[in-house]
């Protein structure tokens, strides 16, 4: 069972930005082996599929509604991801999660049912 820790959020104003940050409990050998994404959910609305990076961090997805303002990295010898969101908007309001699947991303990458570990999720709130 794998363990994840989100930290990072925050309130900010539009235009500001923001570092999450994700430990996971497992160790170092095996955290390398998994498909890590993050997700978000706002009042009202389904979890949405934000970002993922394949188990080396070779290959980066993206929703269309964050390219080019936020950038997913991971640093296998720490266990930790990491989501730097730029130029956030008051519609990047949202708690976010972020989710480990065992072997590479592939095409569900942005679907919940792809991933097997979830963590608490930690809030983020953009003023306008």
């Known amino acids: 069972q794998v363990q994840l820790v989100e930290s990072g959020g925050g309130s900010v104003q539009a235009g500001g930005s923001l570092r999450l940050s994700c430990v996971a409990s497992d160790n170092r050998y095996a955290y390398s082996g998994y498909c890590m994404g993050w997700f978000r959910q706002a009042p009202g609305k389904e979890r949405e599929g934000v970002a993922a990076?394949?188990?080396?961090?070779?290959?980066?997805y993206y929703a269309d509604s964050v390219k080019g303002r936020f950038t997913i990295s991971r640093d296998n010898a720490k266990k930790t991801l990491y989501l730097q969101m730029n130029m956030l908007k008051p519609e990047d309001t949202a708690k976010y999660y972020c989710?480990?699947?065992?072997?590479?991303?592939?095409?569900?990458?942005?679907?919940?049912?792809?991933?097997?570990?979830w963590g608490q999720g930690t809030q983020v709130t953009v003023s306008s």
């Open positions: 990076i394949s188990p080396i961090g070779s290959t980066t």
């Open positions: 989710a480990a699947s065992w072997g590479s991303c592939g095409g569900n990458w942005y679907k919940e049912f792809a991933y097997n570990y």
